[in-house]
Protein backbone atom coordinates (compact mmCIF):
# COMPACT_ATOMS: atom_id res chain seq x y z
CA UNK A 1 0.00 0.00 0.00
CA UNK A 2 1.48 3.26 -1.19
CA UNK A 3 0.95 6.94 1.34
CA UNK A 4 -1.10 8.99 -0.08
CA UNK A 5 -1.40 7.44 -3.47
CA UNK A 6 -3.64 4.12 -3.57
CA UNK A 7 -7.16 4.16 -2.97
CA UNK A 8 -7.05 1.75 0.18
CA UNK A 9 -4.48 4.54 1.82
CA UNK A 10 -7.02 7.05 1.74
CA UNK A 11 -10.21 4.81 2.52
CA UNK A 12 -7.70 3.54 6.09
CA UNK A 13 -6.73 7.28 6.31
CA UNK A 14 -10.42 8.02 6.52
CA UNK A 15 -10.99 5.52 9.10
CA UNK A 16 -8.14 6.76 11.31
CA UNK A 17 -9.60 10.10 11.22
CA UNK A 18 -13.33 9.06 12.48
CA UNK A 19 -11.75 6.99 15.25
CA UNK A 20 -9.62 10.05 16.54
CA UNK A 21 -12.91 12.57 16.13
CA UNK A 22 -14.57 10.79 18.57
CA UNK A 23 -11.73 10.35 20.70
CA UNK A 24 -10.66 13.50 20.49
CA UNK A 25 -14.27 14.94 20.68
CA UNK A 26 -14.55 12.91 24.28
CA UNK A 27 -11.28 14.22 25.92
CA UNK A 28 -10.29 10.93 25.50
CA UNK A 29 -6.17 10.40 24.75
CA UNK A 30 -5.26 9.83 20.91
CA UNK A 31 -1.76 8.20 21.18
CA UNK A 32 -2.39 4.75 21.86
CA UNK A 33 -4.87 4.79 19.15
CA UNK A 34 -2.33 7.17 16.83
CA UNK A 35 1.04 4.49 17.55
CA UNK A 36 -1.72 0.98 16.60
CA UNK A 37 -2.74 3.30 13.99
CA UNK A 38 0.67 4.11 12.89
CA UNK A 39 1.78 0.29 13.60
CA UNK A 40 -0.82 -0.81 11.62
CA UNK A 41 -0.41 1.43 8.56
CA UNK A 42 3.09 0.70 8.22
CA UNK A 43 2.78 -3.23 8.35
CA UNK A 44 0.25 -2.53 5.46
CA UNK A 45 3.19 -0.59 3.24
CA UNK A 46 6.01 -3.35 4.17
CA UNK A 47 3.33 -6.79 3.60
CA UNK A 48 5.21 -8.26 0.96
CA UNK A 49 8.03 -6.58 1.41
CA UNK A 50 10.07 -8.95 3.90
CA UNK A 51 13.35 -7.02 3.15
CA UNK A 52 12.14 -3.29 3.66
CA UNK A 53 10.72 -4.65 6.54
CA UNK A 54 14.02 -6.31 8.05
CA UNK A 55 15.59 -3.21 7.32
CA UNK A 56 13.02 -0.96 8.89
CA UNK A 57 13.56 -3.01 12.26
CA UNK A 58 17.36 -2.98 12.20
CA UNK A 59 16.92 0.54 11.78
CA UNK A 60 15.24 0.63 14.91
CA UNK A 61 17.31 -1.66 17.29
CA UNK A 62 20.46 0.43 16.28
CA UNK A 63 18.67 3.52 16.76
CA UNK A 64 17.00 2.71 20.01
CA UNK A 65 19.89 1.10 21.30
CA UNK A 66 22.77 3.49 20.37
CA UNK A 67 20.03 6.72 21.69
CA UNK A 68 19.95 4.89 25.07
CA UNK A 69 23.42 3.85 24.87
CA UNK A 70 23.99 7.94 24.83
CA UNK A 71 21.18 8.80 27.46
CA UNK A 72 23.56 6.85 29.71
CA UNK A 73 26.43 9.67 29.31
CA UNK A 74 24.64 12.33 27.47
CA UNK A 75 27.41 15.33 27.07
CA UNK A 76 30.21 12.80 26.13
CA UNK A 77 31.40 14.03 22.23
CA UNK A 78 32.84 10.26 21.76
CA UNK A 79 29.65 8.49 22.29
CA UNK A 80 27.46 11.21 20.34
CA UNK A 81 29.65 10.47 17.62
CA UNK A 82 29.93 6.99 18.23
CA UNK A 83 25.67 6.86 17.81
CA UNK A 84 25.26 9.52 15.21
CA UNK A 85 27.00 7.34 13.25
CA UNK A 86 25.60 4.06 13.92
CA UNK A 87 22.46 6.29 13.57
CA UNK A 88 23.52 7.46 9.98
CA UNK A 89 25.16 3.73 8.73
CA UNK A 90 21.91 2.40 6.90
CA UNK A 91 21.02 5.37 5.19
CA UNK A 92 24.69 5.98 4.13
CA UNK A 93 24.67 2.24 2.94
CA UNK A 94 21.21 2.51 1.57
CA UNK A 95 22.12 5.64 -0.75
CA UNK A 96 26.02 4.48 -1.53
CA UNK A 97 24.38 0.59 -2.79
CA UNK A 98 21.55 2.28 -4.70
CA UNK A 99 23.71 4.30 -6.74
CA UNK A 100 26.46 1.55 -7.23
CA UNK A 101 23.91 -1.09 -8.15
CA UNK A 102 20.74 0.32 -8.55
CA UNK A 103 18.97 -1.85 -5.60
CA UNK A 104 19.80 -0.61 -2.35
CA UNK A 105 20.54 -2.43 0.86
CA UNK A 106 19.25 -1.72 4.02
CA UNK A 107 16.74 0.99 2.84
CA UNK A 108 13.20 1.32 3.29
CA UNK A 109 10.33 3.99 2.12
CA UNK A 110 11.13 6.74 4.58
CA UNK A 111 14.23 5.85 5.55
CA UNK A 112 15.79 9.55 4.90
CA UNK A 113 13.35 10.94 7.11
CA UNK A 114 13.33 8.84 10.43
CA UNK A 115 16.94 9.32 10.22
CA UNK A 116 17.18 13.09 10.86
CA UNK A 117 14.83 12.69 13.52
CA UNK A 118 16.81 10.28 15.00
CA UNK A 119 19.79 12.45 14.70
CA UNK A 120 17.96 15.38 16.17
CA UNK A 121 17.40 13.25 19.60
CA UNK A 122 20.98 12.39 19.90
CA UNK A 123 22.43 15.80 19.23
CA UNK A 124 20.33 17.61 21.29
CA UNK A 125 20.52 14.97 24.30
CA UNK A 126 24.48 15.48 23.69
CA UNK A 127 23.15 19.20 24.01
CA UNK A 128 22.11 18.21 27.48
CA UNK A 129 18.59 19.56 26.01
CA UNK A 130 17.43 15.61 26.46
CA UNK A 131 17.88 13.77 29.40
CA UNK A 132 17.28 9.61 30.31
CA UNK A 133 14.84 11.04 32.62
CA UNK A 134 12.57 13.21 29.45
CA UNK A 135 13.03 9.97 27.15
CA UNK A 136 10.14 7.85 27.31
CA UNK A 137 10.23 4.63 25.23
CA UNK A 138 6.77 4.83 23.47
CA UNK A 139 6.55 8.49 22.84
CA UNK A 140 9.77 8.26 20.90
CA UNK A 141 8.89 5.09 18.95
CA UNK A 142 5.23 6.66 17.84
CA UNK A 143 7.76 9.94 17.14
CA UNK A 144 9.46 7.72 14.71
CA UNK A 145 6.65 6.29 13.34
CA UNK A 146 4.10 8.85 13.29
CA UNK A 147 2.60 7.38 10.17
CA UNK A 148 1.06 10.71 8.54
CA UNK A 149 5.00 12.07 7.99
CA UNK A 150 6.59 8.54 7.93
CA UNK A 151 7.32 8.44 4.06
CA UNK A 152 8.10 11.80 3.15
CA UNK A 153 8.33 14.57 6.33
CA UNK A 154 7.72 17.22 7.37
CA UNK A 155 10.46 16.57 9.02
CA UNK A 156 8.80 16.80 12.88
CA UNK A 157 11.03 18.06 16.40
CA UNK A 158 10.87 15.37 19.19
CA UNK A 159 10.71 17.79 22.31
CA UNK A 160 7.90 19.90 20.12
CA UNK A 161 5.81 16.26 19.34
CA UNK A 162 6.28 15.25 23.03
CA UNK A 163 4.44 18.57 24.16
CA UNK A 164 1.52 17.70 22.14
CA UNK A 165 1.54 14.35 23.40
CA UNK A 166 1.92 15.44 26.93
CA UNK A 167 -1.76 17.83 27.39
CA UNK A 168 -5.02 16.78 27.18
CA UNK A 169 -6.91 19.12 24.39
CA UNK A 170 -10.02 20.75 25.22
CA UNK A 171 -12.93 19.95 23.30
CA UNK A 172 -13.15 23.31 21.30
CA UNK A 173 -9.86 23.17 21.18
CA UNK A 174 -9.89 19.51 19.14
CA UNK A 175 -12.69 20.23 17.24
CA UNK A 176 -10.97 23.47 15.56
CA UNK A 177 -7.83 21.24 14.89
CA UNK A 178 -9.84 18.74 13.43
CA UNK A 179 -11.79 20.85 11.29
CA UNK A 180 -8.61 22.56 10.29
CA UNK A 181 -6.89 19.41 9.55
CA UNK A 182 -9.56 17.84 7.17
CA UNK A 183 -9.51 21.01 5.35
CA UNK A 184 -5.76 20.93 5.19
CA UNK A 185 -5.92 17.21 3.87
CA UNK A 186 -8.84 17.94 1.16
CA UNK A 187 -6.47 21.11 0.01
CA UNK A 188 -3.53 18.90 -0.35
CA UNK A 189 -5.50 16.18 -1.95
CA UNK A 190 -6.06 18.89 -4.98
CA UNK A 191 -2.53 20.37 -5.10
CA UNK A 192 -1.28 16.34 -5.42
CA UNK A 193 -3.66 14.80 -7.22
CA UNK A 194 -5.29 17.67 -9.78
CA UNK A 195 -2.84 20.54 -10.22
CA UNK A 196 0.22 18.36 -9.95
CA UNK A 197 -1.21 15.65 -12.28
CA UNK A 198 -1.76 18.29 -14.71
CA UNK A 199 1.42 20.11 -14.56
CA UNK A 200 2.89 16.32 -14.68
CA UNK A 201 1.20 15.84 -18.19
CA UNK A 202 2.51 18.82 -19.35
CA UNK A 203 6.38 17.72 -18.69
CA UNK A 204 7.75 16.43 -21.36
CA UNK A 205 11.42 15.99 -21.57
CA UNK A 206 13.66 15.77 -24.66
CA UNK A 207 17.03 15.99 -25.83
CA UNK A 208 17.86 19.12 -27.82
CA UNK A 209 16.08 18.81 -31.04
CA UNK A 210 17.14 20.18 -34.53
CA UNK A 211 14.92 22.40 -35.13
CA UNK A 212 15.34 26.42 -34.29
CA UNK A 213 17.03 27.40 -31.44
CA UNK A 214 14.34 29.73 -30.17
CA UNK A 215 11.38 26.75 -30.60
CA UNK A 216 14.00 24.38 -29.05
CA UNK A 217 14.97 26.77 -26.18
CA UNK A 218 10.70 27.28 -25.66
CA UNK A 219 10.24 23.03 -25.32
CA UNK A 220 13.08 23.23 -23.09
CA UNK A 221 11.57 25.93 -20.40
CA UNK A 222 8.36 24.99 -20.91
CA UNK A 223 9.31 21.35 -19.29
CA UNK A 224 11.91 22.51 -16.65
CA UNK A 225 8.77 24.91 -15.38
CA UNK A 226 6.04 21.97 -15.66
CA UNK A 227 8.50 20.20 -13.64
CA UNK A 228 8.66 23.12 -11.14
CA UNK A 229 5.24 23.48 -11.09
CA UNK A 230 4.52 19.77 -10.56
CA UNK A 231 7.28 19.12 -8.10
CA UNK A 232 6.13 21.95 -5.85
CA UNK A 233 2.04 21.30 -5.84
CA UNK A 234 3.03 17.43 -5.52
CA UNK A 235 5.56 18.00 -2.74
CA UNK A 236 3.59 20.73 -0.55
CA UNK A 237 -0.20 18.68 -1.29
CA UNK A 238 1.47 15.68 0.06
CA UNK A 239 2.82 17.77 3.22
CA UNK A 240 -0.83 19.56 3.76
CA UNK A 241 -2.31 16.03 3.62
CA UNK A 242 0.52 15.11 5.99
CA UNK A 243 0.11 18.23 8.70
CA UNK A 244 -3.81 17.26 8.03
CA UNK A 245 -4.10 14.01 9.44
CA UNK A 246 -2.06 14.96 12.21
CA UNK A 247 -3.97 17.32 13.38
CA UNK A 248 -6.57 15.10 13.50
CA UNK A 249 -4.35 12.93 15.39
CA UNK A 250 -4.25 15.72 17.85
CA UNK A 251 -0.42 16.70 16.58
CA UNK A 252 0.77 19.85 15.02
CA UNK A 253 2.95 18.86 12.81
CA UNK A 254 5.04 21.96 11.27
CA UNK A 255 4.14 22.97 7.86
CA UNK A 256 6.69 22.39 4.88
CA UNK A 257 5.92 25.45 2.33
CA UNK A 258 5.14 29.03 2.72
CA UNK A 259 4.63 30.38 -0.95
CA UNK A 260 7.98 29.89 -2.04
CA UNK A 261 7.95 31.72 -5.65
CA UNK A 262 7.35 34.50 -3.87
CA UNK A 263 11.01 34.06 -2.18
CA UNK A 264 13.07 37.64 -2.79
CA UNK A 265 16.00 35.70 -2.85
CA UNK A 266 17.71 32.67 -2.32
CA UNK A 267 18.05 32.86 1.58
CA UNK A 268 13.98 33.64 1.39
CA UNK A 269 13.28 30.76 -1.05
CA UNK A 270 15.19 28.41 1.49
CA UNK A 271 12.63 29.76 4.31
CA UNK A 272 9.88 29.11 2.30
CA UNK A 273 10.65 25.80 0.18
CA UNK A 274 11.03 22.17 2.54
CA UNK A 275 11.16 24.20 5.39
CA UNK A 276 11.26 21.02 7.69
CA UNK A 277 14.43 20.53 6.30
CA UNK A 278 16.30 23.48 5.34
CA UNK A 279 15.55 24.24 9.18
CA UNK A 280 16.76 21.23 10.27
CA UNK A 281 19.93 21.50 8.38
CA UNK A 282 20.41 24.78 9.62
CA UNK A 283 19.89 23.84 13.33
CA UNK A 284 22.17 20.88 13.25
CA UNK A 285 24.61 20.82 10.22
CA UNK A 286 25.45 24.45 9.34
CA UNK A 287 24.73 26.71 13.12
CA UNK A 288 27.07 23.83 14.75
CA UNK A 289 29.64 23.85 12.02
CA UNK A 290 29.94 27.90 12.15
CA UNK A 291 30.38 27.34 15.92
CA UNK A 292 33.03 24.73 15.29
CA UNK A 293 35.04 27.17 12.41
CA UNK A 294 34.33 29.77 14.67
CA UNK A 295 35.63 28.71 17.96
CA UNK A 296 38.84 26.55 16.55
CA UNK A 297 39.13 29.80 14.59
CA UNK A 298 39.92 27.51 11.30
CA UNK A 299 38.61 29.69 8.77
CA UNK A 300 39.69 33.65 8.53
CA UNK A 301 36.10 36.17 8.34
CA UNK A 302 32.70 36.14 9.25
CA UNK A 303 31.97 35.86 5.28
CA UNK A 304 33.83 32.98 4.72
CA UNK A 305 33.03 30.88 7.40
CA UNK A 306 29.18 31.75 6.48
CA UNK A 307 30.11 30.73 3.13
CA UNK A 308 31.76 27.35 3.62
CA UNK A 309 29.20 26.32 5.61
CA UNK A 310 26.65 27.30 3.32
CA UNK A 311 28.58 25.50 0.67
CA UNK A 312 28.43 22.29 3.15
CA UNK A 313 25.06 22.17 4.20
CA UNK A 314 23.62 22.47 0.69
CA UNK A 315 26.16 19.66 -0.70
CA UNK A 316 24.77 17.50 2.25
CA UNK A 317 21.51 18.44 1.50
CA UNK A 318 21.88 17.16 -2.47
CA UNK A 319 23.47 13.89 -1.22
CA UNK A 320 20.95 13.11 1.30
CA UNK A 321 18.48 13.46 -1.66
CA UNK A 322 20.73 10.71 -3.26
CA UNK A 323 24.09 9.56 -4.52
CA UNK A 324 23.99 10.84 -8.29
CA UNK A 325 25.14 13.54 -10.30
CA UNK A 326 22.02 15.14 -10.60
CA UNK A 327 21.70 15.58 -6.74
CA UNK A 328 25.31 16.09 -6.22
CA UNK A 329 25.28 19.21 -8.98
CA UNK A 330 21.60 20.52 -7.33
CA UNK A 331 22.92 20.82 -3.61
CA UNK A 332 26.04 22.32 -4.80
CA UNK A 333 24.59 24.85 -7.35
CA UNK A 334 22.41 26.09 -4.14
CA UNK A 335 25.44 26.02 -1.79
CA UNK A 336 27.11 28.27 -4.41
CA UNK A 337 24.35 30.74 -4.58
CA UNK A 338 23.57 30.78 -1.04
CA UNK A 339 27.26 31.94 -0.75
CA UNK A 340 26.96 34.45 -3.35
CA UNK A 341 23.60 36.12 -1.76
CA UNK A 342 25.62 36.20 1.37
CA UNK A 343 28.86 37.95 0.03
CA UNK A 344 26.16 40.03 -1.63
CA UNK A 345 23.90 40.55 0.78
CA UNK A 346 27.22 42.16 3.12
CA UNK A 347 27.48 45.05 0.03
CA UNK A 348 27.44 48.54 0.16
CA UNK A 349 24.82 48.06 -3.29
CA UNK A 350 22.81 45.89 -1.15
CA UNK A 351 22.07 47.99 1.65
CA UNK A 352 21.19 50.69 -0.26
CA UNK A 353 18.70 49.42 -2.82
CA UNK A 354 17.35 46.43 -0.87
CA UNK A 355 14.08 48.30 0.09
CA UNK A 356 14.31 49.64 -3.76
CA UNK A 357 11.04 48.24 -5.32
CA UNK A 358 12.59 48.06 -8.64
CA UNK A 359 15.67 46.13 -6.97
CA UNK A 360 13.07 43.39 -5.11
CA UNK A 361 11.05 43.29 -8.15
CA UNK A 362 14.48 42.37 -10.52
CA UNK A 363 15.38 39.79 -7.57
CA UNK A 364 11.95 38.41 -7.12
CA UNK A 365 12.15 37.84 -10.98
CA UNK A 366 16.25 36.52 -11.03
CA UNK A 367 15.41 34.40 -8.08
CA UNK A 368 12.44 32.47 -9.49
CA UNK A 369 14.66 31.36 -12.31
CA UNK A 370 17.26 30.56 -10.99
CA UNK A 371 15.29 28.43 -8.64
CA UNK A 372 13.92 26.81 -11.74
CA UNK A 373 17.07 26.79 -13.17
CA UNK A 374 17.59 24.49 -9.75
CA UNK A 375 14.67 21.93 -10.59
CA UNK A 376 16.04 21.22 -14.30
CA UNK A 377 19.36 19.72 -12.18
CA UNK A 378 17.22 17.97 -9.82
CA UNK A 379 14.80 16.03 -12.13
CA UNK A 380 18.16 15.42 -14.22
CA UNK A 381 16.85 17.38 -17.47
CA UNK A 382 20.00 19.15 -17.29
CA UNK A 383 21.98 15.95 -17.61
CA UNK A 384 19.80 14.93 -20.45
CA UNK A 385 21.00 18.17 -22.31
CA UNK A 386 24.38 17.89 -21.75
CA UNK A 387 24.75 14.51 -22.37
CA UNK A 388 22.68 15.48 -25.64
CA UNK A 389 25.46 18.05 -26.31
CA UNK A 390 28.41 15.49 -25.34
CA UNK A 391 26.82 12.32 -27.66
CA UNK A 392 27.33 10.21 -24.87
CA UNK B 1 19.05 47.73 43.97
CA UNK B 2 21.72 45.48 42.75
CA UNK B 3 19.87 43.13 41.15
CA UNK B 4 18.52 46.19 38.29
CA UNK B 5 22.03 47.09 38.33
CA UNK B 6 23.20 43.68 37.24
CA UNK B 7 20.30 43.45 34.63
CA UNK B 8 21.03 46.85 33.15
CA UNK B 9 24.88 45.75 32.57
CA UNK B 10 23.84 42.34 31.05
CA UNK B 11 21.65 44.83 28.80
CA UNK B 12 23.83 47.16 27.96
CA UNK B 13 26.88 44.04 26.94
CA UNK B 14 24.39 42.03 24.86
CA UNK B 15 22.75 45.35 23.22
CA UNK B 16 26.82 46.04 22.36
CA UNK B 17 27.17 42.01 21.29
CA UNK B 18 24.22 42.17 19.13
CA UNK B 19 25.27 45.37 17.53
CA UNK B 20 28.69 43.73 16.55
CA UNK B 21 26.91 40.58 15.31
CA UNK B 22 24.88 41.96 12.83
CA UNK B 23 26.81 45.19 11.85
CA UNK B 24 24.07 47.60 12.98
CA UNK B 25 24.31 50.54 15.14
CA UNK B 26 21.48 52.17 17.43
CA UNK B 27 19.83 49.05 17.87
CA UNK B 28 18.78 50.55 21.45
CA UNK B 29 15.88 52.18 20.18
CA UNK B 30 15.19 48.61 19.39
CA UNK B 31 15.43 46.69 22.56
CA UNK B 32 12.04 45.00 22.42
CA UNK B 33 11.69 44.93 18.18
CA UNK B 34 12.33 41.26 16.31
CA UNK B 35 15.88 40.94 15.02
CA UNK B 36 15.29 38.57 12.68
CA UNK B 37 12.03 40.60 10.99
CA UNK B 38 13.71 43.48 11.17
CA UNK B 39 16.74 41.62 8.96
CA UNK B 40 19.18 42.88 11.64
CA UNK B 41 20.05 38.86 13.07
CA UNK B 42 20.15 35.81 10.51
CA UNK B 43 21.18 32.54 11.13
CA UNK B 44 24.38 33.19 10.96
CA UNK B 45 24.64 35.90 13.12
CA UNK B 46 22.55 34.16 15.78
CA UNK B 47 25.14 31.29 15.73
CA UNK B 48 27.88 34.11 16.46
CA UNK B 49 25.69 35.60 18.91
CA UNK B 50 25.40 32.21 20.45
CA UNK B 51 29.46 32.09 20.62
CA UNK B 52 29.88 35.93 21.52
CA UNK B 53 27.45 35.17 24.75
CA UNK B 54 29.89 32.06 25.55
CA UNK B 55 33.30 33.87 25.47
CA UNK B 56 31.61 37.04 27.47
CA UNK B 57 29.34 35.65 29.95
CA UNK B 58 30.25 32.31 30.04
CA UNK B 59 26.86 31.27 28.96
CA UNK B 60 26.22 28.37 27.04
CA UNK B 61 23.24 28.02 25.20
CA UNK B 62 22.46 25.21 22.52
CA UNK B 63 21.36 26.21 19.14
CA UNK B 64 17.57 24.68 19.09
CA UNK B 65 17.33 25.19 22.91
CA UNK B 66 15.29 28.09 22.72
CA UNK B 67 13.17 28.79 20.13
CA UNK B 68 13.13 31.77 17.91
CA UNK B 69 10.62 33.78 19.23
CA UNK B 70 12.23 33.98 22.91
CA UNK B 71 15.38 34.90 21.35
CA UNK B 72 14.51 37.46 18.93
CA UNK B 73 15.05 40.85 20.75
CA UNK B 74 17.63 42.46 22.53
CA UNK B 75 15.60 42.18 25.57
CA UNK B 76 14.84 38.86 25.73
CA UNK B 77 18.07 37.66 25.08
CA UNK B 78 19.35 39.70 28.20
CA UNK B 79 16.59 37.43 30.25
CA UNK B 80 17.78 34.41 28.72
CA UNK B 81 21.56 35.13 29.47
CA UNK B 82 20.50 37.12 33.09
CA UNK B 83 18.58 33.75 33.70
CA UNK B 84 22.16 31.44 33.74
CA UNK B 85 24.26 33.44 34.99
Known amino acids: MGFYTTPSFF ?131 YFLLFFPSFDSGPIDRSRRFGEDLGRR ?112 LRDFVFMRLVRLLMKRRLVRGRLRTAQLALLADMLLMGLWHGVTVDYVAYGLYHGVLMALTEGHQKSAFYRRHRNDPAYRLMSWFVTLQLVFFGFALFSGQMSLLVKGALHV | MSDTHDANEVLSRVLDLVEEVSGEDGLGSHLDDDLFSLGFLDSMAAIELLVGLEEEFGVSIAPTELPREDMNTVGKIATQVAARM
Open chain 1, 169 to 280: IPRDEYAGMLARGILLFMVGMVYKLVIAALAYRLYLPSAWGDGPFLQELGKQLACAYSYGLYLFFDFAGYSLMAMGLAFCLGVRLPRNFRAPFLARDLTDFWNRWHITLSTW
Open chain 1, 11 to 141: ALSALVVLVSAVLGLLELPLMAWGLFASIAMLVLMFWGNLAAALSLALFLSLSIGSTLWLLGRPRSLWRTTAAVLVSIAPLVVYKLTVSLSGSGLLGFAGISYVTFKVVQVQLEAYDGLISKKDFKLWDYL
